[in-house]
């Protein structure tokens, strides 16, 4: 289940990393501003996108129930939520050129920071309505659609930043700019690409997905009473991180510029264990529909092993091929830097990115897992004490107070890491999560164990 996810995450990664490579190209100005206005951007709307793609754990819930209307009818309440934010990502349009206006800048990172910001937003609710119908596909097991479709739109997007930024095949050049009109437009493919399959006649007439189109009150705002808290989780959690990364901007041109780069790489490692956590999620769920939960927590251990055997191959690259990573960004994406100059400080942060990108690895995987399982509270009120109780105080009282420079701050960034995987281990070996339940139960019997292992293949 979990391998279409790993390469539709990983060429999202690719796109990402192809992107910035791009933008290293043509402008030191536009790779320094791409990764902090883009985090901010997806920032902004990744409580909508995990509150809309929360739909996932219960149609995953619904099919391992053997409800295949209920599947549908999941899917429609996502839809809609993911609709319905449209209007809030626009209204926070305003409140991201603020936060990045008292960042503190440069003048021309920051002229292109707010145009890279808004353009992105502005089409950004491509992002939650993406996760709610990939969730009808996904939640049933049905990940090579989800891949195909990714994996597509990912591909449009290489092809518009290549033609947008740098002018090409008749093409304006617009830069930056180029870039975030790519995203937005190339954001829309797959969503595209699921919903013509999601209201074709097959599919149509097994989970009657053209009948269930409204918005079901009860069953919507069971859906809001999980997925807030998911939302509220992912939306703190990246926050705290955009915050750090807003930071290490006033450390000085170097290791700005360094750091951008590091986390740019990082990219690389972090989206593929987004797919297998969204796999964790939903084996969990399916599991526990069928009030499975021995072999749920088996899919849990399971994943977090296949993420850990990911991850550790990896870090073993960081730590040996870090010429070879920077290299890639050491002409204009340097800053005007040198390529020695940029790897006696990028080495470190590779080496302290590898140690903490395990611990991550944990952190990613096991939410996802405690999710699926419907634990979204204590996800979230540990991931915000953790993030926003010692992550942000203690990066800012390193870097303003302290000053001891981006290593420091990097260190500590690996600690606070560390706390947070040793919380969501201690959650799910506890085994708290076996008891709750997300779905309404029908008043019948649950499918034969040998039917419901079949039913998690892709159809």
């Not at 290293?24 to 501003?33: D, E, G, K, L, N």
């Not at 509150?51 to 053997?66: D, I, K, L, R, W």
């Not at 870039?179 to 437009?185: G, I, K, R």
Request: aromatic share 12%; with cysteine.
């Amino acid at each position: 289940m979990a391998y279409p996810l790993v390469i539709s995450t990983g060429s999202f990664s690719l796109m990402q990393f192809v992107d910035r490579v791009f933008l290293a190209q043509y402008s030191s100005v536009s790779i320094q501003a791409a990764l902090p206005a883009g985090l901010l951007a997806f920032t902004l709307c990744s409580a909508f996108m995990a509150v809309a793609g929360y739909a996932n754990t219960f149609v995953a819930q619904y099919h391992g129930s053997g409800d295949s209307a209920g599947c549908s009818r999941a899917t429609a309440q996502g839809v809609w939520m993911a609709l319905l934010s449209w209007p809030l990502i626009l209204m926070l349009i305003p409140v991201g050129r603020l936060l990045l206006r008292s960042a503190g800048h440069p003048a021309d990172v920051l002229a292109e920071e707010v145009m890279y910001l808004s353009i992105l937003m502005a089409g950004g609710v491509s992002i939650p309505l993406g996760a709610a119908i990939s969730s009808f596909f996904t939640g049933r097991g049905d990940t090579l659609t989800n891949m195909f479709a990714q994996v597509a739109g990912n591909a449009v997007n290489v092809a518009l930043d290549y033609a947008l930024i740098f002018g090409r095949w008749g093409c304006p050049e617009l830069g930056i700019r180029g870039a975030a009109y790519a995203t937005v437009a190339a954001g829309f493919v797959p969503s595209a690409i699921m919903f013509a399959l999601y209201f074709a006649r097959r599919l149509a007439a097994t989970y009657q997905t053209r009948r269930h189109l409204r918005i079901e009150r009860p069953l919507f705002l069971r859906m809001l009473r999980f997925g807030l808290p998911s939302g509220l989780h992912l939306f703190l959690d990246v926050s705290s991180f955009a915050v750090f990364v807003l930071m290490t901007g006033h450390m000085g041109a170097l290791p700005l510029a360094v750091s951008n780069i590091a986390l740019s790489i990082n990219s690389l490692a972090f989206m593929p264990l987004v797919g297998i956590s969204i796999a964790a999620g939903t084996l969990v769920g399916q599991y526990q529909g069928r009030r499975d939960s021995a072999t749920a927590a088996r899919a849990g251990w399971t994943s977090l092993k296949v993420a850990l055997y990911y991850m550790c191959f990896m870090a073993a690259t960081y730590v040996l091929l870090p010429r070879a990573y920077f290299l890639l960004f050491s002409e204009r994406g340097g800053g005007g830097f040198t390529l020695d100059e940029l790897l006696g400080l990028g080495r470190y942060l590779l080496l302290m990115m590898a140690t903490w990108g395990l611990l991550d690895t944990v952190n990613i995987v096991l939410a996802g897992v405690l999710k699926g399982a419907g634990d979204t509270r204590f996800v979230m009120w540990y991931s915000v004490g953790v993030s926003w109780g010692l992550l942000v105080p203690g990066q800012w009282f390193v870097i303003y107070h302290l000053d001891r420079g981006i290593l420091s701050s990097w260190a500590f960034l690996t600690f606070v890491i560390m706390i947070m995987s040793v919380g969501f281990l201690w959650r799910f070996r506890s085994g708290v999560w076996k008891t709750i339940e997300v779905i309404e139960r029908a008043p019948t019997m649950a499918p034969p164990r040998a039917a419901a292992e079949a039913s998690i293949l892709p159809e």
